[in-house]
């Protein structure tokens, strides 16, 4: 059976995550009903990474096997118009290696976290970004998040439902920038790794806008780390603003030859 690699972009205010479940809508759930129509017999697909409830894509990737030989822009176009109205969308398809996985091929993943500084509420971008009514000093956060990459056991910024092996992971990139946005000054966090525990990121952000906030000082993020204790960790932040932006292979499956 021929393996289709899919890069696939969705809104996940409308969805319970991108796991399929039995009495909730998901992105897995909703990509798989519009295969089923070109393939009945279809499986299970597989991802790149599980976002949780709310969180967003720009850029993740899955991967399906496939009864009959596609070309890879049909099948994009096919499923785009079968996932119809749900806030999913094939930016791409491209024809892989039986042996391809879009989880265990992968050799790194990027998130993107928006924070809209303001005191009105947001509108065009409500669901799709953190809003928060206070200043933020970006400058003590970048400094804090610097402190963050590296090699460490990130336990203090893990789920207590992560069911990752080991808490250590290699953090490539955790960098902070302000955006001047037609609705207010943006913060953008982006951090980059091979691989992530589960709620890591909104842990990293919630902590780091203790940061910005004042409450904390950067030696505390160094010091909640070293204490690899998840009591240690700040408030979670909310999964409006977080993008799962890309993954990346050894060989990109959607450059064009």
């Known amino acids: 059976m021929p393996r289709y690699a899919l890069l696939i972009e969705y809104h996940g205010g409308p969805f319970s995550g991108w796991q399929r479940q039995d009495h909730a809508p998901s992105v897995q759930g909703a990509v798989e009903t519009a295969l089923r129509v070109l393939d009945p017999d279809v499986g299970s697909i597989a991802a790149a990474g599980r976002t949780d409830a709310g969180v967003h894509a720009l850029g993740q990737v899955a991967h399906c096997d496939l009864a009959r030989d596609w070309d890879p822009f049909r099948l994009s176009e096919a499923l785009n118009h079968h996932l119809k109205p749900a806030p ?23 998130y993107l976290y928006r924070i809209v500084q303001r005191r009105a509420p947001l509108t065009h971008d409500a669901g799709l970004a953190w809003r928060i009514p206070h200043a933020l000093d970006a400058g003590a956060m970048a400094e804090a998040a610097a ?36 609705h207010g000054p943006e913060i953008r966090l982006r951090f980059r790794a091979r691989s992530f525990l589960h709620n890591q990121v909104r842990s990293f952000v919630g902590t780091l806008e203790r940061v910005g906030a004042g409450r904390w000082r950067p030696e505390d993020v160094a010091a909640a780390l070293a204490a690899r204790d998840r009591a240690r960790c700040g408030p979670v932040a909310p999964p409006d603003g977080l993008y799962l932006t890309h993954v990346r292979y050894g060989q990109d499956p959607f450059e064009s030859p």
Do not use: N
């Open 88 to 110: 999913v969308a094939i930016r791409a398809a491209a024809r892989v290696a039986p042996d391809w996985h879009a989880r265990f091929s992968a050799t790194e993943r990027g």
């Open 147 to 182: 402190l963050l990459v590296g090699r460490h056991d990130f336990t203090t910024f893990r789920s207590s439902m992560c069911q990752a092996e080991s808490p250590v992971k290699t953090l490539d990139e955790a960098t902070v920038t302000v955006e001047d946005t037609f």
